[in-house]
């Protein structure tokens, strides 16, 4: 019995180590794929969550107008099928910068609910 539990948590062990590695495989393939057209992670974020929302609102005003021309250029440089120059790729910031307001907002409204 003991066996089968040393076998189990090997296995469980190995399966995680590949997880890990292919989610941070498939995080950098999207990131450069992102790059690309100038954009970070978070800019993809559905602007309908409530929490998406609050996040962005919550944002100071000059992301939000770097986040806004981010979009706005990717959809331009989309349109015209190219992508932008390789000496400007990269140089966007962190891709999650959206992700902690995302949080700190959903911890909030759940808390908010649960006191109701």
């Not at 399966?15 to 992102?34: N, P, T």
């Amino acid at each position: 019995r003991a066996e089968i539990r040393r076998e189990r948590l090997a296995m469980a062990r190995f399966l995680q180590r590949v997880w890990k590695w292919g989610m941070e495989a498939y995080s950098k393939r999207i990131f450069k794929d992102l790059d690309k057209y100038g954009l970070r992670y978070d800019d993809l974020l559905i602007e309908t969550d409530p929490d998406v929302i609050t996040a962005i609102n919550r944002l100071p005003a000059r992301e939000r107008a770097l986040r806004q021309m981010r979009l706005k250029r990717a959809l331009d440089i989309e349109l015209k099928h190219s992508y932008i120059p390789v000496h400007m790729r990269g140089k966007q910031g962190p891709h999650r910068y959206l992700t902690p307001f995302i949080e700190q907002a959903r911890k909030e409204r759940l808390e908010k609910e649960n006191n109701l």
